[in-house]
C-alpha cells in the first residue's frame, strides 16, 4: 500500500526567506504523480504544484519548486521568498493515476510565515 | 474555474440522527470523494466514487455510507452519528483514468459537530 510521510507538523520562517517542506513517500509504482496541496485558514484546499515521476525535472510553479527525488521517494516543497499569505497548512499527496485516481495524504505541515 | 461545491459549512447533529453531506461539482469530473480531516491525522480517504452508482470503500467507510445517482452529485451519510465523527469533511472529484488532469479539486469543507 501507498503511504506518505511529512515528518514536520510545524514550521516557521521569516517574511522574504526561503523555507523547505519535507516529504517522503512509499510505492512499488514506477508511473505515479505528487502534488502539494495548500489549505489557508479560510480551509480551502488548493493545488500549489504537481510533479510527474517520468519527468527527471522538478517542477517549478513561481515562487514554488520541488526537489523531486525518485530513488529515495523523496519529494520536498521549496518556497522562496516568503509571504505571509503562505501561512497555511501544506498537505504532500500521492495518486498513481489510475482508474481511479485515488488521492493519498500526509498528515500535514503548518506553516507560520513570520512578519 | 471547476467548482466543487459543499451543501453546509457548518453543521450541529444530535447523537444517533441520520445525517447527510451533500457535494456538487460542474466539471463534469468521474471521479469524486470523501475525505475526513483530524489534527494530526491528515486526510483520510472514508469513500470514492468512480463513476455513477459506482463506489469504493477508502481507508476508513465504518459508520458512513454514500449515494452516487448522478454524475455530478456524491453524498456522505452518516447512518447514525456518534461523537466521534465530528470533523472537518471534505470533498474533491477528478478526472478518471486515461485523463492527463489527475489533480483533485476540494469544496470548502463542512464542520461537523455531533452533539
Known amino acids: 500500500a501507498q503511504t506518505v510521510t511529512q515528518s514536520q507538523p510545524e514550521m516557521s520562517v521569516q517574511e522574504a526567506e526561503t523555507v523547505t517542506l519535507s516529504c517522503t513517500y512509499d510505492t512499488s509504482e514506477n508511473n505515479y504523480y505528487l502534488f502539494w496541496y495548500k489549505q489557508p485558514p479560510s480551509r480551502q484546499m488548493i493545488l500549489v504544484i504537481r510533479?510527474?515521476?517520468?519527468?527527471?525535472q522538478n517542477a517549478t510553479e513561481n515562487r514554488f519548486s520541488v526537489n523531486f527525488q525518485k530513488a529515495a521517494k523523496s519529494f520536498s516543497l521549496k518556497i522562496s521568498d516568503s509571504q505571509l499569505g503562505d501561512t497555511a497548512m501544506y498537505f504532500c499527496a500521492f495518486t498513481n493515476g489510475g482508474a481511479t485516481n485515488k488521492l493519498i495524504f500526509g498528515t500535514g505541515t503548518l506553516l507560520a510565515v513570520q512578519p | 474555474d471547476v467548482k466543487v461545491t459543499q451543501s453546509s459549512r457548518y453543521l450541529v447533529k444530535r447523537t444517533g440522527e441520520k445525517v447527510f453531506l451533500e457535494c456538487v461539482q460542474d466539471?463534469?469530473?468521474?471521479?469524486m470523494f470523501w475525505y475526513r480531516q483530524d489534527p494530526g491525522l491528515g486526510l483520510r480517504l472514508i469513500y470514492f466514487?468512480?463513476?455513477?452508482?459506482?463506489?469504493e470503500k477508502g481507508d476508513i467507510p465504518e459508520g458512513y455510507s454514500v449515494s452516487r445517482e448522478k454524475k455530478e452529485r456524491f453524498s456522505l451519510i452518516l447512518e447514525s452519528a456518534s461523537t466521534n465523527q465530528t470533523s472537518m469533511y471534505l470533498c474533491a472529484s477528478s478526472f478518471g483514468q486515461g485523463s492527463f488532469r489527475v489533480e483533485a479539486f476540494f469544496g470548502q469543507g463542512t464542520r461537523l459537530t455531533v452533539v
Open positions: 466514487s468512480y463513476d455513477v452508482k459506482m463506489k
Open positions: 466539471m463534469d469530473h468521474e471521479n
Open positions: 510533479q510527474e515521476a517520468y519527468k527527471q
